[in-house]
């Protein structure tokens, strides 16, 4: 099977600007979850999804947000980028809540 | 609320020794366990977990990991390391009970093989 794909791999914005991140999971899984690693602050979770419902969201503000599509691949959305935003993001999957996370191989983001 | 704390930051070890990455971690629920390795400009990929059942769990590239309730760790070991396993180490946890999958993550641990 092959693994979980993130588009774009990597990514140049600017301060206000806005960005979409898109995650493909592997094929079968209906979970996708999306992490946040920075330097700083580690691996934090942003939320995770389930049969395209938002189960639960990390503590981020409202400029995160994110969908998931009936074919389970879902998207991230960051608007009024600021500059601490620039940060690796990861999408993982699994079959259901509370299995095991596959992740891809993260979309690279900076804000300038 | 669940935590994880990886104790070393940096753990220099050389070519063909072992080496012990430690993590503890804290939950009022019970948990799953996960060890997961980054290389550079790479996602996480998983080397083993703990679900249920025994408490030495083994996992890929040689790793293991064993799950002491008591002393809530879940250290990870390899008797014998190569250079191709200097990489960043994460320990997770996600909380075994309820309707998430939310992982918890330690702050890593960067093992150095040097030759």
């Known amino acids: 099977k092959a693994g979980v794909t993130q588009t774009p791999r990597y990514l140049i914005k600017t301060r206000g600007q806005q960005v979409t991140l898109s995650c493909s999971p592997i094929?079968?899984?209906?979970?996708v979850s999306w992490y946040q690693q920075t330097p700083g602050q580690g691996l934090q979770f942003l939320f995770e999804y389930f049969s395209e419902t938002q189960r639960n969201k990390g503590n981020f503000p409202g400029r995160f947000s994110g969908r998931q599509f009936s074919n389970s691949r879902s998207e991230m959305n960051v608007s009024t980028l600021e500059l601490g935003d620039s940060a690796l993001y990861l999408c993982?999957?699994?079959?259901?809540?509370?299995?095991?996370?596959?992740f891809g191989p993260g979309t690279r983001l900076l804000v300038l | 609320a669940q935590s994880v704390t990886q104790l070393d930051s940096q753990v220099p070890v050389f070519e063909e020794a072992p080496v012990e990455l430690r993590c503890n971690y804290s939950?009022?629920?019970?948990?799953?366990l996960f060890w997961y390795v980054q290389y550079p400009n790479q996602g996480l990929q998983l080397l083993l977990k703990y679900l249920s059942g025994s408490t030495l769990v083994k996992g890929i590239n040689g790793f293991e990991a064993e799950f002491n309730k008591s002393q809530t760790s879940f250290h990870l070991r390899k008797p014998s390391v190569h250079i191709s396993d200097t990489a960043e180490y994460f320990c997770a946890v996600m909380g075994g009970s309820g309707n998430t999958g939310k992982l918890i993550f330690g702050q890593g641990t960067t093992l150095q093989v040097k030759p």
């Open positions: 939950s009022s629920v019970s948990v799953y």
């Open positions: 094929s079968g899984h209906r979970s």
């Open positions: 993982a999957s699994s079959f259901r809540l509370q299995e095991t996370q596959y």
